[in-house]
């Protein structure tokens, strides 16, 4: 009998193969959570660009933010 190599799997491929598999399982048990907004100035209203309140000291005060801002968190429970 003749042994090729295209008539067996590699075992590298084989373990690739269940690595996949295990990871593609696991990536369910991914939960997300994030939060976004864009200030005022992110806005326009009849073709003018809206602008800050500038209050100063309370720079992250509802409504006085002028920048874009994001957070993303990514969690898997062991």
């Given at each position: 009998m003749q042994d090729t190599r295209a008539s067996r799997p590699a075992p590298r491929l084989v373990?690739?193969?269940a690595f996949a598999l295990c990871a593609a399982n696991?990536?369910?048990a991914?939960?997300?959570t994030g939060y976004m907004r864009g200030g005022p100035a992110a806005?326009?209203?009849s073709g003018k660009s809206r602008q800050c309140y500038g209050i100063g000291e309370f720079k992250y005060?509802?409504?006085n933010e002028?920048?874009?801002y994001g957070e993303?968190?990514?969690a898997q429970a062991m």
């Open positions: 373990a690739v193969a696991a990536a369910h991914v939960d997300w806005t326009s209203v005060r509802l409504g002028c920048d874009f993303f968190q990514l």
